[in-house]
């Protein structure tokens, strides 16, 4: 059964920095794009970057690019989402989730993490 | 950057027809999906590849794409239908993923 499990919510600080994972079961890892996806408050779904895991190639938003960095362990077959500065505005549910099937980044999210929930607050 | 136009909302009565559009330039001649996603959960893939359903999907959800605009029709419409859809494609020029702004789906 292919999964993506989320590590939990957390409460930060403005200014703290931050990793959170995604950690992939039941698919061969290193083969699928994985994107992330944010999520503010009662709004739309905001695609943020994504990574094959296999050559860790990484392609990111412009409205994300130098804001977070995406990388991933293909050893324990986990994504990560990174910030070094928390803001305020960074309060948001955070999504991972695969691009199935075999023409990688064309092809939709198939599978998705249950979210990561991040409350940056003073 | 390519952008996708979702109506905010769309109202339909219970056994209706309802279509969210997903405008784009040229949208066509991309693949579109479009995702489901109810309150307080993970969006769902609900159509890929502009028509094509994932298993587990009921047969009332289908989609078109043509011209400038995507289409996702749910036919007879159920209570359980109430929820976010979100169209989505993967601009080759960018090498980026774009999401639409999402369509709230109200069963009346």
């Known amino acids: 059964e292919v999964q993506l499990v989320q590590s939990g919510a957390e409460v930060k600080k403005p200014g703290e920095s931050l990793k959170i994972s995604c950690k992939g079961s039941?698919?061969?890892?290193?083969?699928?794009?994985i994107g992330w996806v944010r999520q503010m408050p009662g709004k739309g779904l905001q695609w943020m970057g994504f990574?094959?895991?296999?050559?860790?190639?990484?392609r990111y938003s412009p409205s994300f690019q130098g804001q977070v960095t995406i990388s991933a362990d293909t050893s324990i077959n986990t994504a990560y989402l990174q910030w070094s500065s928390l803001e305020a505005s960074d309060t948001a549910m955070y999504f991972c989730a695969r691009h199935g099937g075999n023409s990688g980044r064309r092809n939709p999210y198939d599978y998705w993490g249950q979210g990561t929930l991040v409350t940056v607050s003073s | 950057s390519y952008v996708l136009t979702q109506p905010p909302s769309v109202s339909v009565a219970p056994g209706q027809t309802a279509r969210i559009t997903c405008g784009g330039n040229n949208i066509g001649s991309k693949s579109v999906h479009w995702y489901q996603q109810k309150p307080g959960q993970a969006p769902v893939l609900a159509v890929y590849a502009d028509s094509d359903r994932p298993s587990g999907i009921p047969e009332r959800f289908s989609g078109s794409n043509s011209g400038n605009t995507a289409t996702l029709t749910i036919s007879r419409v159920e209570a359980g239908d109430e929820a976010d859809y979100y169209c989505q494609v993967w601009d080759s020029s960018s090498d980026h993923v774009v999401f639409g702004g999402g369509t709230k789906l109200t069963v009346l």
């Open positions: 990574i094959y895991p296999g050559n860790s190639d990484t």
């Open positions: 039941g698919f061969s890892f290193t083969n699928y794009w």
